[in-house]
């Protein structure tokens, strides 16, 4: 398969195109889809490619999620767009009580092949109703899936697995990474839902992260090879299933661990990973589980303020050597 | 729309099928021998079983906390609701949903729905998909005059409105949310009237009448059915139980329930209208309200009869795949 350099947004849109010529049920539904294909500018070309699969709703969000959920349940794949994951909870209920617990509840009768996409993160100074990361939330939800990719190429790959999925899934974009290019495969290719991926190999430490704060690792991780460690970076990709074989496989090498993520570190996703290595792994770790996240405070609007409350690159630089033990 | 005798004695037998099967969930509730919440419809058969008569089998309803009747009105089996009801793995939902949590797909029904006004969007969303997949069905969501104040309404008839959805609000008004009455709750006084806010046709009907509610959801679902959109129907009616199985209704009167019961019990008016026609004898009264009786007992063994679901059955139908 050739490669070209693309980004987060072209590779979904991408995906999407494909997905809908092979299957007619797929629809898109959300605000603001058709003047400007997406308010990111995500679902390029589609609207004119697919007409009437695009669909501009009133600002109705507990509707527009649970269209998606009536649509589901009768035979369509929706893929119902969130405008800003800081609006979900005005959709709670369509997601929770609804999306989430059809299928189980009626002893397994329904399918339910809805994607629920959703922009979120910081970094914007868009302010705290416009920059959180609430992946917990619907972790925290028996019923659902729940994507937080990083790179192009995995966007496209999970995109459609998330689509061809007879679950729903919550898929989150972090919005400071739409522009972010990489290479992505041409064609048709799958990366299954509950597949980490190791982004950088490394055998001191096992830097565990996801989203934006993928790549946030990644350049500290160049800083720490200077001085001698060298950290093994695995974006979870997704959250719900979670590939805990990855990070066991990893934590036995580096015997260290550490947890990264922008959303708030009070019952983040973090705990819960640590509490599992520290559940299943004990005898391997040469040192506690550490974890950095958000402090927690809503998001500020203030740049000053915003990269005060946001882990940065240096957090996770002190955050490793805390956990091998070296001076800062 | 012209009922005939064989159509009018069919509902009339079906409403005293919703209603038996009612009043022995009561009964067996009151033994503990159903656990969890109960909430009956007795006294509002007129509404579930008129709406449903109107409808295709291919046709979908969204249904409530108080849904028993619905879905005996759109054909589900009342062996297969009291296994659910009794918590056994060949219940609807193998023992996962209980009364508040019965659904049939196969015959339309999305689903009783444990938060009031949980229904409306399900429908939108069926409308939605109806119109995308140009089938020809429609869409019924029943709701109760508390429903009328969940933002889920107000979303939904407006959504539904600027579609042209095939979907008909149906509203059972029995004049209390729970122990709120709709006299406070209710501005405007009319779940009909909202209608015209967003330029559709709303009906105010006497909904302890199964003719009239026939008559007039028929009417909407024709305009559904033709691409002319969504009807909100206003059926006013009154239940005979409380909110719940064990509600001491400390906000109503016991002569208020009383009067309701002697003048405006939808099976007493059907009964007297069919007898005075002359469609109904006693002799064939008696026989049909013992069939009825047959069929709910055979019901009532069939669930007791029916296996407890494994404990470790509670991890199952989650997913589809891991």
Redesign the interface.
Known sequence: MTERIISCSDALAEALGEEMERDETIFIIGEDLTAHDGIFGQFKGLNARFPGRVIDTPISETCIVGAGVGAALTGMRPLVDLHFADFFPTAMDEITNQTAKIRYMFGGQAKIPIVIWAPDGGGLSAAAQHSQSLESWFIHTPGLKVVVPSEPADVKGLIKSAIRDDNPVVFFQHKKLFAQTGPVPEGEYLIPLGKGDIKRHGTDITIITYSRMTYFCLEAAEQLKKEGIEAEIIDLRTLKPLDFDLIATSIQKTFHALVVHEACLTGGFGAEIAARIGEELFDYLDAPVMRIGAKDVPIPFSPVLERYVLPQVEDVVEGAKRVLNRQP | MRTTKEEKLALYKKMLTVRAFEEKTGELFAQNLIPGFIHLSIGEEASSVGTCSVLREDD?V?STHRGHGHLIAKGADPKRMFAELFGRKT???????GSM?????SLGI??A???VG?G???????????K??KTGQV?VVFFGDGAANR??FH??A??AA?WKLPVIFVCENNLYASTTPAAYSLAGGSIAGRASAYGIPGYVVNGNDILEVRKIVGKAVKQAREGNGPSIVENKTYRFRGHFEGDPQRYRTKNEIEDFKRKHDPIQLFNAALAKEGTLTEKLDKDLRDEVTTLIEEAVRYGQDQPLPQPEEAL???????
């Open positions: 979908y969204a219940g609807y939902c193998k023992g996962k949903g949590h019965i659904a049939d797909f999305l689903g729905n444990g938060v949980g409306f969007p399900i429908i939108i969303g069926a409308g939605l998909s109806i995308l997949r869409g933002g889920t979303e939904a407006n959504m600027i199952e139908d989650l997913y589809t795949n891991p």
